[in-house]
């Protein structure tokens, strides 16, 4: 069964700190990777995905992040965080053969000092 | 984008009543919707997932005959809480996805108490 682990359950960071939150996954197969995003008080939004091609993927808001598949990771990365970043973020598994269903990770919130 | 929308945004009812929550796909037709249950401050709960037409998949440890979801149209699925109980209480999340398209686009959820 797929499984998605998020390393760090709560982080702090001054503005202009660089981000790197980590994610793994438990899935042999062929995969597509995803960060979403919970602003406080809102819906999830997607941030980026990763479905095939160059592992490193570009998302809104000037996030990353970079899969490594002979590590089963999937993470996320900023170089300057603002405050307006604070939310929760979770990283999700969907098996790409087929695949009918996304497993999410259990979300690391994410403050950043003004 | 695609916007997906919940009705109602809260409710509350009284223990032993039912309860039915809505998800539309409001500009796009969506094959499969997934239903989700999120816990304060605690991750995502995969509940269900439907597909158009056909019966919906449950995850293990959640009861079918509690939370029935009905798939009926390209752009609605329902969840119908029965019986409620205090300890369903709890912040109920659906998502809808584009075929074949593996993205979930996530709906505002509704926010269900149970006295």
């Known amino acids: 069964a797929q499984s998605v682990s998020q390393h760090n359950h709560h982080v702090i960071l001054s503005e202009a700190a660089s981000l790197e939150l980590g994610c793994n996954y438990s899935?042999?197969?062929?995969?597509?990777l995803f960060w979403y995003v919970q602003y406080p008080g809102q819906h999830l939004q997607l941030l980026l995905k990763?479905?095939?091609?160059?592992?490193l993927v570009k998302g809104i808001k000037g996030f990353e992040a970079e899969f490594i598949k002979s590590k089963f990771s999937f993470n996320l990365r900023k170089p300057s965080v603002q405050w307006s970043d604070t939310a929760e973020y979770f990283c999700?598994?969907?098996?790409?053969?087929?695949?009918?269903?996304?497993?999410f990770g259990a979300g690391t919130r994410l403050f950043v000092k003004a | 984008g695609a916007v997906v929308s919940q009705h109602p945004s809260w409710v509350i009812c009284k223990s032993g009543t039912s309860v039915k929550i809505e998800c539309r796909s409001l500009?796009?037709?969506?094959?499969?919707m997934f239903w989700y249950r999120q816990f304060p401050k605690q991750s995502l709960m995969l509940m269900a997932t439907?597909?158009?037409?056909?019966?919906?998949?449950?995850e293990q440890g959640v009861e079918k005959d509690k939370f029935l979801i009905n798939h009926a149209s390209l752009t609605l699925s329902t969840l119908t809480v029965t019986s409620a109980h205090p300890e369903d209480s709890s912040f109920y999340i659906c998502?809808?996805?584009?075929?074949?398209?593996?993205?979930?686009?996530f709906g505002p959820g509704t926010r269900l108490t149970v006295t």
């Open positions: 998502s809808a996805r584009l075929h074949p398209d593996y993205e979930q686009y």
């Open positions: 899935y042999g197969g062929t995969v597509n």
């Open positions: 990763y479905f095939s091609g160059d592992p």
């Open positions: 999700a598994v969907n098996a790409g053969t087929g695949g009918f269903k996304t497993i």
């Open positions: 500009d796009f037709q969506a094959t499969t």
């Open positions: 439907s597909n158009e037409g056909s019966k919906a998949t449950y």
